[in-house]
């Protein structure tokens, strides 16, 4: 049997150590995987989307999974409320209901699920005041998120999860797929041919227009950018060894190159809860002028 012990926090700090991991999973001849989380303290939706990604590998592998739990009653707890154990079929005495206003529970979606997006729009307008056109344009970027998964990854699964942290006051989303990752779903179309690095790649997809597909779209991660911007969030896309770290609060743009690669592609977002400014278009100001 494989024995992987998880690190008392699972963030995207700590992202190596969780893609070590993921990597020893996944290439493991061992037809048992025990997940042991007994130490684990403190979890993210970061960390619950690679624990469930890490799963879903050893599953599609035909190896068998034994979780064992985290002594930690809060960390338990966290895990129960947000799905992870009612995802996984595990027993647990009270399994909680997603509650729209808080939290996106972990979910396997497949193509594209407006009730999703609407789902995490309505977690997004819970904690900010959004202007039509505002949340308009945040559920089109979410729906054409959920799009690239499909046309981009060469898959039509993927994994969602979002909590909300009053204390922090954040919104944290995550969202993953296991697919072929954002350089080589750009180096299919002969735009991006001479695109040689996982980093780059990731850049090239955040700019307006890029997109693999001959149609015209690629604005999704555009106007999500656009809204974190200015609303000092943050924004981590992680695709084979690449990670960018855009962390509008301190405007730096961080890059990291991953000692092990991660099959797919990772975003997440960190956005500020703001119950005191207003969020709108530059086009409905215009309107009311």
């Known amino acids: 049997m494989l024995n992987l012990i998880y690190p008392i926090r699972q963030s995207i700090a700590l992202s190596n150590t969780m893609f070590r991991l993921y990597n020893r999973a996944k290439r493991?001849?061992?037809?048992?995987?025990?997940?042991?989380?007994?130490?684990?303290?403190?979890?993210?939706?970061?960390?619950?989307?690679?624990?469930?990604?890490?799963?879903?590998?050893?599953?599609?592998g035909e190896k068998e999974c034994i979780l064992r739990r985290p002594q930690d009653?809060?960390?338990?707890?966290?895990?129960?409320?947000?799905?992870?154990?009612?995802?996984?079929?595990?027993?647990?005495?009270?399994?909680?209901e997603g509650i729209a206003t808080k939290t996106v529970q972990l979910k396997r979606a497949s193509g594209i699920d407006y009730q999703l997006a609407d789902q995490i729009i309505t977690v997004f307008d819970n904690s900010l005041n959004?202007?039509?056109?505002?949340?308009?344009?945040?559920?089109?970027s979410i729906r054409e998120t959920m799009t690239n998964v499909i046309s981009h990854s060469g898959v039509q699964d993927y994994y969602v999860c979002a909590w909300t942290y009053p204390a922090q006051k954040q919104i944290r989303l995550c969202i993953t797929d296991l697919g072929i990752g954002i350089l080589k779903?750009?180096?299919?179309?002969?735009?991006?041919?001479?695109?040689?690095?996982?980093?780059?790649?990731?850049?090239?997809?955040?700019?307006e227009g890029v997109s693999a597909r001959e149609e015209t779209d690629g604005y999704g991660l555009t106007h999500i950018k656009k809204f974190l911007s200015v609303n000092e969030?943050?924004?981590?896309?992680?695709?084979?060894?690449?990670?960018?770290?855009?962390?509008?609060?301190?405007?730096?743009?961080?890059?990291?190159?991953?000692?092990?690669?991660?099959?797919?592609?990772?975003?997440?977002?960190?956005?500020?809860i703001d119950k005191e400014g207003y969020y709108q278009l530059a086009s409905e100001v215009e309107d009311l002028i």
Request: aromatic share 10%; net charge positive.
């Open 130 to 140: 959004l202007s039509p056109g505002v949340k308009g344009s945040l559920g089109m």
């Open 28 to 60: 493991s001849q061992q037809k048992q995987v025990r997940f042991d989380l007994s130490k684990t303290k403190s979890i993210t939706p970061f960390g619950i989307i690679m624990l469930t990604s890490t799963i879903a590998e050893c599953t599609l």
């Open 233 to 272: 969030g943050r924004l981590c896309i992680i695709s084979g060894k690449g990670k960018v770290f855009w962390k509008f609060d301190q405007g730096k743009t961080l890059k990291q190159y991953m000692a092990k690669p991660f099959r797919g592609t990772i975003v997440k977002l960190v956005i500020n």
């Open 73 to 96: 009653k809060k960390c338990g707890d966290y895990l129960n409320d947000i799905g992870f154990y009612e995802f996984f079929a595990l027993s647990h005495p009270e399994c909680a």
């Open 185 to 207: 779903s750009l180096k299919s179309s002969s735009k991006y041919k001479d695109l040689t690095d996982d980093y780059d790649a990731i850049i090239k997809a955040t700019e």
